[in-house]
């Protein structure tokens, strides 16, 4: 029952943000409800003034909000600086660099800033996530406080607090009817006076949320190597395609390869740079533009399987040094173990891997040309 309680929150606040994002990408010059914006010190001001009421949803955002009056209805705030000293009946929703509530909010909270103090009252939860989060004395959470970040308590929980908090400090004026449970890396400080309801329960934090230097240098290096794994299989399996598919192509690219290779190289530098600017030209007339959505995709596949030609190319030709043949797919795979490990190499890899679709690129368009002559 609490996982799902905890559960529904989180998607809740999630949901609260999102609104609050899509309210400000969509709706930049406008506030709805009875908002007054101002201009100060080049900041934009949005007040809306303690003699007034609002009778619907209340929509905010600006450089500073300020929430003086009432509003019968929810709030939905964002802003760089957000004080919320009004009175609202439904739920609040706020997202800000520095975020102070010292209103009344009848239904839930949901706060989101780097810096986030809660002086006021809260009828129902509280679910916030912040650099720092102070609950300060004046504070009563009459719900349960949901908490991601380092939290002071020092007001009134009538009921739980969960929080994942690097320190987390409960001062001497605390109170908290339920239970305090955390996950941290550090011991709660709990002052003498603090009076806990229910029990204090210490977590470790998860690994997944372990940002620590050498956790993230094994986490890049694990994705690095599943690319690595994934791009193999994928080429491989490619490759074999277009050698059983495509027999006689696939040995007059490797042939293109041997008898013209700055050809091949010159080629693919035309086409990797002028391809763009022609998709761009096409996308600047609208009869161009379904061919450039077709061409665009192509364009970026053909990059792609560009490494198959050159791959091919190297593994037969060691094959032939050793004076061995047999069918083109061991050659194949020869050439994409050897293309593997060299792209392996932190500097030279990425070089290498360019010069394999250069040469890839205009291999395979002379290769086309020379075909389309003939035929």
Known sequence: MHSEVHSKSIEAFFRALALIMIVICFFPFSAAGQARSEDRSDKRVVTLPADEVVNE?????????????TVHGDVYTAGG???????VDGDLLAAGGKVRMEGKVSQNARIAGGEVT?????????????GKITLADAATVHGNVISAGDL???????????????????ASAAKVGGDLTYRSPHPAQIEEGAKIGGMVMQKKPNRMFDFSPGQMMGAV??????????????????????IFLFPGFSRAVVSTLREHPMAS?????????????VLVALL???????????????????????RIVIILWAG?????????????????????????????????????????????LGAALLTLREQYAAA
Do not use: C
Not at 57 to 69: K, N, P, R, S
Not at 81 to 87: D, L, Q, S
Not at 156 to 170: D, E, F, T
């Open 57 to 69: 949803d209340y929509f905010a955002w600006g450089d500073v909000v300020e929430i003086l009056g």
């Open 81 to 87: 600086e957000i004080r919320m000293a009004g009175t």
């Open 118 to 130: 809660v002086a006021g009252e809260i009828g129902r939860n509280l679910t916030v996530a912040g």
């Open 152 to 170: 002071v308590i020092a007001g009134r929980v009538n009921g739980s607090v969960k929080a994942m908090a690097g320190n987390l400090q409960a």
């Open 221 to 242: 290096a694990g994705l690095f190597l599943l690319f690595k794994v994934v791009s193999f299989v994928s080429t491989l399996v490619l490759g074999l395609l277009l």
């Open 265 to 277: 190289l010159g080629w693919g530098v035309v086409l990797l740079i002028v391809t763009p600017f």
């Open 284 to 306: 600047m007339t609208v009869v161009g533009i379904p061919l450039a959505l077709i061409l665009f995709p192509l364009y970026l596949i053909s990059l792609y399987l560009a």
């Open 316 to 360: 037969t030709a060691i094959l032939e040094r050793m004076g061995k043949g047999g069918h083109p797919a061991w050659g194949l795979l020869i050439g994409l173990f050897l293309y593997t490990v060299l792209t392996f190499i932190p500097g030279p890899g990425g070089l290498i891997s360019f010069f394999v679709i250069l040469f890839g």
